[in-house]
T-cell receptor, first 113, second 114 residues
C-alpha cells in the first residue's frame, strides 16, 4: 500500500529566505507525485506534478520539486519565499494507473516578515 | 466563474440529523470526487464517480451516500450524523479517470455536528 510522509508538520521561515518542504513516499511500483497548496479557508490547488521524464519539476508561484527514486523522495523547494506563500502544503502520490490520491499529513509554511 | 462549487459553505447540525452537501463543476470533467479533511488537516478520499458511475468507495460508512444525477454534479448525503463526521468535505473533479490528470478542488464545506 502507498503511504506518504511529510517530515515537518510546521516550517517557519523569514520572508525572502529559501525553503524546502520534505516528502517521502513508499510504493512498490511506479508512481505519480503531486504537491498541492491550501491557502487559508480555501480548497486545494495543484502546485506541480511529476509523471515521468525530467526529475526536476517546475510549478506555479516559483516552486519546484525534485523526484529522487532511490530515496523515494519528492521535496518541494522555493529559493525565496513571500508572505503570500503562507499556506498548508500537501504531498500526494498515486500508483501508475490507479485513480486514488493518497495525501501526506500536510506541512504548514509560515512566513515571518 | 467558479470551476468547482459546493453548497453550503458551512453546515452546523445536531447528531442524528440527515444532511446533504451539493457539488457542481462547470469544467466539463468526467470524474468527480469527495474528500474528507479532519481536524488535523489529514485529507482522505471517500468516493470517486466517473460519468455517474461509482469508481472508488473507500470503506466509508454506508450512512454516507453519494449521488450523481449527471456528470456535472456529485452530491453527498449523510444519514444519522455523528460527532465524528465533523470535518471539512471537499469536492473535486478531473478530466478523466487517469490520475495524471489534475484534480480541481472546490472551496470545501465545513460540517459541524453538535
Amino acid at each position: 500500500a502507498q503511504s506518504v510522509t511529510q517530515l515537518d508538520s510546521q516550517v517557519p521561515v523569514f520572508e525572502e529566505a529559501p525553503v524546502e518542504l520534505r516528502c517521502n513516499y513508499s510504493s512498490s511500483v511506479s508512481v505519480y507525485l503531486f504537491w498541492y497548496v491550501q491557502y487559508p479557508n480555501q480548497g486545494l490547488q495543484l502546485l506541480l506534478k511529476y509523471l515521468s521524464g525530467s526529475t526536476l519539476v517546475k510549478g506555479i508561484n516559483g516552486f519546484e520539486a525534485e523526484f529522487n527514486k532511490s530515496q523515494t523522495s519528492f521535496h518541494l523547494r522555493k529559493p525565496s519565499v513571500h508572505i503570500s506563500d503562507t499556506a498548508e502544503y500537501f504531498c500526494a502520490v498515486s500508483e501508475g494507473g490507479a485513480q486514488k490520491l493518497v495525501f501526506g499529513q500536510g506541512t504548514r509554511l509560515t512566513i515571518n516578515p | 466563474d467558479t470551476a468547482v462549487s459546493q453548497t453550503p459553505k458551512y453546515l452546523v447540525t445536531q447528531m442524528g440529523n440527515d444532511k446533504s452537501i451539493k457539488c457542481e463543476q462547470n469544467l466539463g470533467h468526467d470524474t468527480m470526487y469527495w474528500y474528507k479533511q479532519d481536524s488535523k488537516k489529514f485529507l482522505k478520499i471517500m468516493f470517486s464517480y466517473n460519468n455517474k458511475e461509482l469508481i472508488i468507495n473507500e470503506t466509508v460508512p454506508n450512512r454516507f451516500s453519494p449521488k450523481s444525477p449527471d456528470k456535472a454534479h456529485l452530491n453527498l448525503h449523510i444519514n444519522s450524523l455523528e460527532l465524528g463526521d465533523s470535518a471539512v468535505y471537499f469536492c473535486a473533479s478531473s478530466q478523466a479517470r487517469v490520475l495524471a490528470d489534475t484534480q480541481y478542488f472546490g472551496p470545501g464545506t465545513r460540517l459541524t455536528v453538535l
